[in-house]
C-alpha cells in the first residue's frame, strides 16, 4: 500500500508565495517521475510541473517562470515553489508519482487527495 501526502496549501495574495509538500510512504522500491496537477471549478485536470528521477523537469506554459519543482529522494518528497502567484492559479492541486512497489514488478501512479490553494486579495 502506498499514500501520498499533500500539504502547504492555503489562502494567500496575488503576487505572494506557496511551497507545496507532497511526501509518499508504504511500500516503495523506488519512485521514478513526480508530477504536480491542477484542477479548477469547472476545469479540466491539467499538468502542471513534472519532474524525473534525475532531476529533469518540465512545465505548462503558464506557470514558467514562477512555480519551481524539485525532489528530495531520500524523503520520497516532491516540491513545488510558487512565486508571484495569479488568481487564476487557485485550484486543488493533487501530486503524483510513478512507483515501483519492489523489483522487478511493474510501475504505477499513485495520486494524492489534494490540497487547496486560493489565490484572492
Known amino acids: 500500500q502506498v499514500q501520498l501526502v499533500e500539504s502547504g496549501g492555503g489562502l494567500v495574495q496575488p503576487g505572494g508565495s506557496l511551497r507545496l509538500s507532497c511526501a509518499a510512504s508504504?511500500?516503495?522500491?523506488?519512485?521514478?517521475?513526480m508530477g504536480w496537477y491542477r484542477q479548477a471549478p469547472g476545469k479540466e485536470r491539467e499538468l502542471v510541473a513534472h519532474?524525473?528521477?534525475?532531476?529533469?523537469?518540465n512545465y505548462a506554459d503558464s506557470v514558467k517562470g514562477r512555480f519551481t519543482i524539485s525532489r528530495d529522494n531520500a524523503k520520497n518528497t516532491v516540491y513545488l515553489q510558487m512565486n508571484s502567484l495569479k488568481p487564476e492559479d487557485t485550484a486543488v492541486y493533487y501530486c503524483?508519482?510513478?512507483?515501483?512497489?519492489?523489483?522487478?514488478?511493474?510501475?504505477?501512479?499513485?495520486w494524492g487527495q489534494g490540497t487547496q490553494v486560493t489565490v484572492s486579495s
Open positions: 508504504g511500500t516503495i522500491f523506488s519512485i521514478n517521475a
Open positions: 519532474i524525473t528521477s534525475l532531476g529533469s523537469t
Open positions: 503524483k508519482a510513478e512507483i515501483r512497489p519492489s523489483w522487478p514488478l511493474n510501475t504505477f501512479d499513485s
